[in-house]
């Protein structure tokens, strides 16, 4: 299990960390080209990587090979055992710190959601309640949402969609002295926010962070996340508004730019880099439902290469996709020994969960018709390491009359 937890570990942050490149090295194409929508969406490929098992794209292992040589009786494998009892400790020396690793991250910021969960105080506005609830009735399904809190917080000054189970939309205290236009396009940003589950999402991103603690390309491109988020949401509200609405809301971004005045559509936790890009997009709002179609097709295919590709550097890496922890000597055919034959055989075959091996099939030999029957007999009573079992794995017993004289 502690095997198994390991490699998932190392080859789950490999294969995000390669799509993470992917989409930050596209992202300006497709922004360019496409929308805000697209961008944001092709994020989820991380979540959907994540709950697919390493293996779900099958590669064949490395060619893994055992010589045995006339006259061996039995296999010392000490050696085999002292590097594996060194391995296994050194992996569940370094669990130990990754796990510490994510308890510090939780905790710090489950300390925080509590914090700002104990500082809201409820907002009794009945002009706010029932905009929000009109903004709620007119986007289509976003009136079927859960009822949500208004309420106020003295850890943040900023419009914020807030909570995992209950939904509190979190306004600041002077909200209400706002224009009414002003105000409509706040709460239409926040409340998109709502109907799409962001809220819930961006708890997603802290756990995965949290994961992943160690690796600094999710620290990296997680602003990149944010942003995409928050301009997703900008080209839906956008999508409500005239050229007039577009022109203020638009300006009302551009304000925090300039400093001209404290601004309350940032994002809900005050992240304020890449304004300047919100607003350009602002201009592309337009999406073609073919953008969607080819969004989905190339997420899937970036999926299952980079699944393909970490799995076969992780056979080119092993020694032979399965370490043997039991070794029975296959018998010397004694017609062979007699005339002075060496030879090979190859298999492939499958591991169970126990590292016995199942389905043995030869793929050649050399020659044929003198080895496969011992080397079949043989290998179905060795025992290999394995967490989960192994699919087509393959494997070659060499035959020699005598060990080089260099081996010795």
């Known amino acids: 299990m502690i095997d198994y937890l390991f490699e998932w570990l190392i080859l789950k942050s490999v294969g995000i960390s390669a799509l993470l490149l992917l989409i930050i090295a596209l992202r300006p194409l497709i922004l360019r080209w496409s929308s805000a929508n697209i961008a944001y969406g092709l994020w989820l490929m991380l979540p959907i990587y994540l709950v697919l098992p390493n293996n779900f794209v099958e590669v064949t292992s490395t060619d893994g090979v055992m010589t045995f040589f006339l006259g061996a009786n039995s296999l010392s494998l000490d050696l085999t055992n002292q590097q594996n009892d060194l391995q296994n400790q050194l992996t569940s020396w370094l669990l130990s710190v990754w796990l510490g690793g994510v308890s510090v991250s939780l905790s710090i910021f489950l300390f925080r959601y509590r914090r700002?969960?104990?500082?809201?105080?409820?907002?009794?506005?009945?002009?706010?309640?029932?905009?929000?609830?009109?903004?709620?009735?007119?986007?289509?399904?976003?009136?079927?949402?859960?009822?949500?809190?208004?309420?106020?917080?003295?850890?943040?000054?900023?419009?914020?969609?807030?909570?995992?189970?209950?939904?509190?939309?979190?306004?600041?205290?002077?909200?209400?002295?706002?224009?009414q236009q002003h105000r409509e396009m706040i709460l239409r940003h926040e409340l998109y926010h709502l109907g799409r589950h962001d809220h819930q999402f961006n708890f997603l991103r802290v756990f995965v962070k949290s994961l992943f603690w160690f690796n600094p390309i999710f620290y990296w491109a997680d602003k990149y996340c944010e942003a995409d988020q928050e301009m997703s949401y900008d080209f839906g509200v956008m999508q409500h508004f005239d050229s007039n609405g577009r022109n203020f809301y638009a300006t009302t971004l551009l304000e925090s730019v300039v400093g001209l005045k404290q601004n309350r559509m940032i994002s809900q936790w005050k992240y304020q880099s890449l304004i300047k890009e919100r607003v350009k997009m602002l201009k592309n709002i337009k999406s073609k439902k073919w953008h969607t179609w080819f969004a989905a097709v190339f997420a899937a295919s970036s999926i299952w290469l980079t699944s393909g590709v970490v799995m076969a550097e992780k056979e080119q890496v092993s020694d032979s996709g399965a370490i043997p922890l039991s070794i029975i000597q296959p018998r010397y055919p004694r017609k062979a020994a007699m005339e002075g034959i060496e030879g090979w055989v190859k298999f492939r075959f499958n591991i169970d969960s126990n590292g016995h091996p199942y389905e043995v099939e030869f793929v050649d030999a050399e020659p044929k018709q003198v080895f496969e029957r011992d080397a079949m007999r043989a290998i179905y009573q060795w025992t290999f390491k394995t967490d989960g079992g192994q699919k087509n794995l393959v494997y070659t017993m060499e035959f020699r009359l005598e060990a080089p004289e260099d081996a010795e």
Do not use: Y
């Open 116 to 179: 700002l969960l104990n500082s809201l105080q409820s907002m009794n506005s009945p002009p706010i309640a029932r905009q929000v609830k009109n903004i709620l009735i007119q986007n289509n399904g976003q009136n079927k949402q859960r009822p949500t809190c208004i309420v106020s917080s003295s850890l943040i000054d900023l419009p914020a969609i807030f909570g995992l189970f209950r939904t509190h939309l979190i306004l600041p205290d002077d909200f209400v002295e706002l224009s």
